[in-house]
C-alpha cells in the first residue's frame, strides 16, 4: 500500500520572490507559457538495500509469515538508501506532462552541477584566482 505523506494545504509554506526558480527542464520561467500552475519538487534517488531486505524478509518467514511481527522484533534498520543528494527543483506544467520523472531528475542533476559550477567560479573570480 502506498504510504502518502500529505501536509495539508493551508500548512504548506507559500513562497516568496526569493524562491523563485526556472523549470528544471527547459529552463525558462515557470509561467513562460502563461500557465499559472507548477511543480515544486523535492527528488532523491534510492536503492535497496538487498542484505537489509534479505534479513528483514527471513524474520518474516521465521516467524510464521507475520510481517507486523516481523516489524516489531526486527532492528528497524534501513531498507533503501539514497544514493544521490536532495534536489528540490521546480517544474513547469508543460515540462511535468512531457518528461518522465528519470528525466527531471537527471535534468535537475545537471542544472544542479551547473549552479554549483558556476557558484565555483564566481567565488574564485571574487578571490583573484
Ligand atoms: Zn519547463
Given at each position: 500500500?502506498?504510504?502518502?505523506?500529505?501536509?495539508?494545504?493551508e500548512?504548506?509554506?507559500?513562497?516568496?520572490?526569493?524562491?523563485?526558480?526556472?523549470?528544471?527542464?527547459?529552463?525558462k520561467?515557470?509561467?513562460?507559457?502563461?500557465?499559472?500552475?507548477?511543480?515544486?519538487?523535492?527528488?532523491?534517488?534510492?536503492?535497496?538495500?538487498?542484505?537489509?531486505?534479505?534479513?528483514?524478509?527471513?524474520?518474516?518467514?521465521?516467524?510464521?509469515?507475520c510481517?507486523?511481527?516481523?516489524?516489531?522484533?526486527?532492528?528497524?534498520?534501513?531498507?533503501?538508501?539514497?544514493?544521490?543528494?536532495?534536489?528540490?527543483?521546480?517544474?513547469?506544467?508543460p515540462?511535468?506532462?512531457?518528461?518522465?520523472l528519470?528525466?527531471?531528475?537527471?535534468?535537475?542533476?545537471?542544472?544542479?552541477d551547473?549552479?554549483?559550477?558556476?557558484?565555483?567560479s564566481?567565488?574564485?573570480?571574487?578571490?583573484?584566482?
Amino acid at each position: 500500500m502506498p504510504h502518502v505523506i500529505k501536509t495539508p494545504i493551508e500548512q504548506v509554506a507559500g513562497l516568496k520572490r526569493s524562491d523563485v526558480q526556472n523549470c528544471a527542464c527547459c529552463r525558462k520561467g515557470v509561467a513562460h507559457g502563461g500557465n499559472i500552475l507548477f511543480y515544486q519538487l523535492r527528488l532523491a534517488r534510492f536503492g535497496l538495500d538487498l542484505g537489509a531486505v534479505r534479513r528483514q524478509q527471513g524474520l518474516e518467514q521465521m516467524l510464521g509469515g507475520c510481517a507486523r511481527l516481523a516489524d516489531v522484533m526486527s532492528p528497524d534498520e534501513d531498507l533503501a538508501r539514497p544514493v544521490s543528494d536532495e534536489l528540490q527543483v521546480w517544474v513547469c506544467e508543460p515540462c511535468s506532462l512531457m518528461h518522465p520523472l528519470a528525466v527531471i531528475f537527471e535534468l535537475a542533476n545537471e542544472l544542479a552541477d551547473e549552479e554549483e559550477t558556476a557558484a565555483t567560479s564566481n567565488t574564485k573570480g571574487a578571490n583573484g584566482g
